[in-house]
């Protein structure tokens, strides 16, 4: 992740953040319990990559607005440190001050 900033580290994963809590919210709206899909959060706008969470996970993940579920190796420890390893996946929390701003801006806007 070279040449990015921590402000535009921060505005991608927070574009991969909204499309995983509509993701949620569909799953929540049709009634569907347990595991789901999402897609990577991480800094890298091109990213597709997807793996599985359970709802649970998810709700605890989305309690902090610093964190960030992203796939093993997609990590950028120059804007965040790993706070939780599970399966399939890693919980990362911003410590960058801009990518913290970002988060937290793009955070209220959705709410």
Known sequence: MTNQTGSRIGQNEALFREVN??????QSNLGIAGTFYVV??????ACTERFAITRADYLALRDDRRRFAVVPGHQ?????????????Y?????TDPEAVE????TAEEDA
Do not use: F
Request: aromatic residues 0%; negative net charge; hydrophobic residues 40%.
């Open 21 to 26: 809590e509509r993701i949620e919210g569909l």
């Open 40 to 45: 990577c959060e991480c800094g890298t706008a």
């Open 76 to 88: 950028a420890p120059e804007v965040e440190r790993t706070v939780a390893e599970r399966d399939g």
């Open 90 to 94: 890693l919980v990362v929390e911003k």
């Open 102 to 105: 970002a988060a937290e801006a």
